[in-house]
């Protein structure tokens, strides 16, 4: 498996609440993503990152922020959580090349209640 | 941009009964096209892809997929289904030699394995 971890593994969260959640990777891939899943609508790309301090929206990137200070780490941060934020959401890396596949975490499932 | 429709979002099949799961593509470039499988509570796993050359791809687990650009498809297939195979599985597609922005997913289709 590649080396991809995401933190928290499960949370609740209060609506109005501060969160952020983490993908740890130490496979020094350049780019990395964050997607949510929710039922009906299969994986949606909510920011990517081409290298440290490198950032860029994806498809559903209202309400989401993202930071890279280091090349192993890529962080999701809700500044005010909402219901419609409620969903499972994954991480995903991938290699210089781009003729890759990218490699996914175990997600994280988040509950804004 | 590319998009990805998967016509099925349920496909209910008998146990080592053969199945196909259908994926078709939008693009004004060409593409990169991939089959993840996803297990209940679990991440994705790649199945399989295709970047170039022949246009029958062999997988894991005994999946393979066809592509055809005439008809923009990427069809997956397996001739003898086990339970084990009862999942999520997602068709997605990236620009072939670059572009940063990921992998468009479908919205998948939920293999179901009746015994």
């Known amino acids: 498996d590649a080396g991809i971890t995401q933190s928290p593994r499960h949370k609740v969260t209060e609506t109005g609440t501060p969160v952020t959640l983490r993908c740890h990777q130490t496979?020094?891939?350049?780019?990395m993503y964050w997607y949510r899943q929710d039922p009906g609508h299969g994986l949606r790309l909510i920011h990517y990152s081409y290298g440290v301090k490198d950032t860029d929206k994806g498809e559903v990137s209202d309400g989401y922020s993202v930071s890279r200070s280091k090349t192993e780490d890529f962080l999701l941060t809700l500044e005010s959580a909402t219901s419609s934020q409620t969903s499972v959401y994954f991480c995903?890396?991938?290699?210089?090349?781009?003729?890759?596949?990218?490699?996914f975490g175990q997600g994280t499932r988040l509950t804004v209640v | 941009a590319q998009s990805v429709t998967q016509l099925d979002s349920q496909v209910p099949v008998f146990e080592e009964a053969p199945v196909e799961l259908r994926c078709n593509y939008s693009?004004?470039?060409?593409?990169?096209l991939f089959w993840y499988v996803q297990y209940p509570n679990q991440g994705l796993q790649l199945l399989l892809k295709?970047?170039?050359?022949?246009?029958l791809v062999k997988g894991i687990n005994g999946f393979e997929a066809e592509f055809n650009k005439s008809q923009t498809s990427f069809h997956l297939r397996k001739p003898s289904v086990h339970i084990s195979d009862t999942a999520e599985y997602f068709c997605?597609?990236?620009?072939?030699?670059?572009?940063?922005?990921?992998?468009?997913f479908g919205k998948g289709t939920h293999l179901i394995i009746q015994p």
């Open positions: 693009s004004s470039v060409s593409v990169y």
């Open positions: 496979e020094n891939h350049r780019y």
């Open positions: 295709y970047l170039s050359g022949s246009t």
């Open positions: 997605a597609v990236s620009i072939s030699g670059g572009g940063a922005d990921g992998l468009t």
């Open positions: 995903a890396i991938r290699d210089r090349s781009l003729s890759t596949e990218a490699f």
